[in-house]
């Protein structure tokens, strides 16, 4: 029975992560390592399973924050220093992942200084955002 719950959770992990944030992979990988390896060394499997996937979750959730923060910041200042229509590129270090971002004219939306910008990703896979620039003058999308 508690086999059959972890086999579970295991693939619930793994087919929300396709459409899941760097944060939410990060941490979804982080629990499922986590269980395993918690599993494998605990005299209580059960136990070894809750705690290290508690544990790995967390880490992981940390290591993917900071990739969305890097990738963010590098769209952020595209959306701030780069002239409609010319595109930006940049490979993040931790992942090894490279993107583009072309960012389309400036408009105005709730008083807010807004831009629409097209991120592609390695793989082809291409996301239309909106961002607009805060009170603070962060620049913050909005898919």
Do not use: H
Request: charged share 20%; net charge positive.
């Amino acid at each position: 029975m508690k086999k059959m719950i972890l086999l579970t959770i295991i693939c619930v992990l793994m087919l929300g992560s396709g459409c899941a944030n760097k944060a939410q992979s990060g941490a979804g990988l982080g629990a499922l390592a986590g269980a395993t390896i918690g599993a494998l060394t605990f005299k209580n499997k059960a136990s070894g399973a809750a705690i290290g996937a508690g544990v790995g979750l967390l880490m992981g959730y940390i290591v993917g924050n900071e990739w969305d923060k890097y990738d963010e910041q590098k769209v952020a200042q595209s959306l701030e220093s780069t002239k409609s229509g010319e595109t930006v590129a940049w490979k993040n270090p931790d992942t090894g992942k490279s993107y583009t971002a072309v960012p389309s004219p400036a408009y105005m939306n709730q008083n807010k200084i807004c831009r629409d910008v097209t991120i592609t990703a390695d793989g082809g896979e291409k996301i239309m955002a909106k961002a607009c620039r805060g009170d603070d003058g962060v620049w913050r999308l909005n898919q």
